[in-house]
């Protein structure tokens, strides 16, 4: 295990707001830019039910996500790619923890959460985690098409 790409990805996860993420059903892709936090390099994020992308979750949990700057020159280009799992959080505990992070990344939402026309709002609003399998860290200023590949399973095994 690369313990520094380890903690090359997580530094940049925790550093950045916006994911795209990529979703498909009965051969129909989508994708979708959504807010994120991280718990190491499980994602979580803030969805309702009736969007599409989560719609597709329902029947298809594979997905793929970037996450990354927008570079005017290409040799510049950093950046996080991944895929796994998405499923939308049933456990109380984790929604919690998981709540806890948005809250403190996106201090704008407890807004949300005091504002009862907000809070209504919110109610709707489901959380959703990404468990990717193999993550891979993009920095094209390393060299050019510097790309490194990281097993999660490896990570977790040790």
């Known amino acids: 295990m690369d313990r520094e790409l380890c903690q090359k990805i997580i530094d940049y996860l925790e550093q950045h707001n ?3 993420l990529a979703t498909s059903i009965g051969g129909q892709p989508w994708a979708a830019s959504l807010y994120y936090v991280n ?3 499980n994602l979580y994020f803030l969805s309702k039910p009736e969007a599409r992308h989560c719609q597709h979750l329902r029947e298809n949990s594979a997905v793929a996500a ?3 700057d927008d ?12 895929e796994g799992t998405a499923y939308y959080v049933s456990g109380t505990v984790e ?3 998981a709540m806890s992070l948005y809250l403190i990344k996106y201090p704008f939402v407890k807004d949300f959460i005091s504002v009862s ?3 209504e709002a919110l109610s709707s609003v489901k959380i959703y985690k990404i468990e ?7 920095d094209n200023s390393a060299g050019y098409f510097d790309r490194k590949e990281l097993k999660i399973s490896a990570v977790n095994n040790t």
């Open 71 to 82: 570079y005017k020159n290409w040799r510049e280009i950093k950046g996080v790619q991944l």
């Open 18 to 20: 916006t994911l795209t």
């Open 132 to 138: 990717p399998s193999t993550v891979w860290f993009v």
């Open 117 to 119: 026309r907000l809070k």
């Open 95 to 97: 929604k919690a923890g």
């Open 66 to 68: 970037t996450i990354n």
């Open 39 to 41: 718990d190491r390099f």
